[in-house]
């Protein structure tokens, strides 16, 4: 069964058949970012089995969940930075006090789900105040697991940098060095893996292919900027995620000779204020790492330094198993 009529809900799964429904939803959703149309989840889809939630009040499609499941656990989604539930203007809080009983219900009884781990959407994302979801969570006990601290900056009244950043401008001003949107993502996906790799034997989440797919797909939501000597050779890239509100920058990385020049924070500077200054925010992404802490306090406070302030990134899990539904 992949439907279910509970509590004057009618929730369904997704199928392929209800991409159109799906993305037309977005259009108009108050908390809708580019990452949920499906274009976007779909291209890593043999990860994460997709097990996404359209669901329908009195006939009309009033909120769309994407997620997956995996091992007994509803994940919202395991394959994005962020996810929840995505709802019309219409939506209310007491429409999500009904609905989200009877999600939880729907995936006990048709996917044996235990678990719910949820991702809500940060605050800066939404177009429009949406957070009926954290509500719910409390009153239902979920439990907060996972806390991530993000470097953002209000552009309409951003901070100046700090001394340091802008030494570091005025001395890559001084080399020459040139930022600008650029189509190199082959050359710079090779130093960003090998700049992962030799400090964190890690690898980007994306394989270049897959960016350049999604980057396609969504040519103006997905774009990388560069920062050049004169020369020629490349100092520094950025991947940057551009939402209705929120520039997002998704990878950064210098190579040596860059990091000495001050590229990044040359590169950044030419980000924050002048090519995304008209957005509401810039997001500087979260600074967590391996450590009892957390998190990465030289990376956050190279970020404040930039003029960037706290916002949270949260995971929240609830025992469905005990739950009375």
Known sequence: MNHADISGWTIRQYASADKFLWDDFLVD????????????????????????????REGRLEALLPAHFSEGIFHSHGGLTYGGFIVSREFTLLHALELWPAVCRFVVETMGARLLRYAPLPVIY??????????????????????RAAAVIPLTDALPFGVKRRQKVRKAGRQGLIARRSDCWDEFWTLLNNNLYDRYEARPVHTLSEIELLHQRFPNQICF?????PDGEMAAGCVIYKTDRVAHAQYISSTPRGRSAGAVDFLLDY??????????????????????SGLNESLMYQKEDMGARTVIY?????????LTL
């Open 126 to 147: 939404a177009q429009y105040p949406a957070q009926e979801d954290l509500y719910v969570l409390f009153r239902l006990g979920a439990r907060l697991v996972n806390r």
């Open 29 to 56: 959703a108050r908390n809708a970012t580019f990452l949920f149309y499906r274009d976007y989840m779909d291209y890593h889809a043999d990860r994460f089995k997709d097990a996404s939630l359209l669901c329908f």
């Open 314 to 322: 949260d995971t929240y899990e609830l025992d469905l198993d005990k």
């Open 271 to 292: 980000l924050i204020h002048e090519e995304c200054s008209s957005m509401a925010y810039f997001d500087l992404g979260t600074s967590a790492d391996d450590t009892p």
């Open 225 to 229: 900027y560069e920062a050049r000597f």
